[in-house]
């Protein structure tokens, strides 16, 4: 069956990075894009940007034009989120989540927690 | 970019048939689709393209619309149905979702 499993929670200080993972399954991993939505806190699903598995082009929505970074692992069927230069703001929920005109198949989601 | 407008909650009896409303700043054709999401999970996606339900989803979802108004009904409504409904725009770069609908059951 298909499946979305991504890494674990996170407890970051402002200023540090992290980088999340996707890992696919059941299904080629390449045939499909490959989404990323950011949930914050008791908050509505924003959506982040996409990254071409076949070129692994990315492409940020504009509020993640800076210090996000979407990367590829194909020979693992992994997708990847980095955050840089972490914020307060980043505190949330991030899903990846494939990508067929709709959202799918979604991952568990890592909640992550930016905290001095 | 395109806006997506949810009213933001909606109290209902189970057995009763309720209407959940997206609008659109725009035209997105029928590229809207529906995710249930419970609380601490992922969510779930129900209808793609307007009115398709989603292999496994139960009948008593159907979905509906075109351009700028669409709506998500459910009937008849089941206490398990108790969740934040959005609907997501796929038509118009960058793709939106909606503020979410939390249904609650009386």
């Known amino acids: 069956q298909i499946q979305l499993v991504q890494s674990g929670p996170e407890l970051k200080k402002p200023g540090e990075s992290l980088k999340i993972s996707c890992k696919a399954s059941?299904?080629?991993?390449?045939?499909?894009?490959m989404q990323w939505v950011k949930q914050a806190p008791g908050k509505g699903l924003q959506y982040m940007g996409w990254i071409n598995t076949q070129t692994g082009k990315p492409t940020y929505a504009d509020d993640f034009k800076e210090r996000f970074v979407f990367s590829l692992e194909t020979s693992a069927s992994t997708a990847y989120l980095q955050i840089n230069n972490l914020k307060n703001e980043d505190t949330a929920t991030y899903f990846c989540?494939?990508?067929?005109?709709?959202?799918?198949?979604w991952g568990q989601g890592v909640m992550v927690t930016v905290s001095s | 970019d395109t806006v997506l407008t949810q009213s933001p909650a909606l109290a209902v009896s189970p057995g009763e048939r309720v209407t959940i409303s997206c609008r659109a700043s725009e035209s997105v054709s029928t590229l809207m689709h529906w995710y249930q999401q419970k609380p601490g999970q992922q969510p779930k996606l129900l209808i793609y393209?307007?009115?398709h339900l989603e292999s496994g989803v139960p009948a008593r979802f159907s979905g509906s619309g075109s351009g700028t108004d669409f709506t998500l009904t459910i009937d008849p409504v089941e206490a398990d149905d108790t969740a934040t409904y959005y609907c997501q725009q796929s038509w118009n770069d960058p793709w939106t979702f909606g503020g979410g609908t939390k249904l609650e059951l009386k």
């Open positions: 393209l307007a009115s």
């Open positions: 059941g299904y080629t991993f390449t045939d499909y894009a």
């Open positions: 989540a494939r990508w067929d005109i709709f959202f799918d198949y």
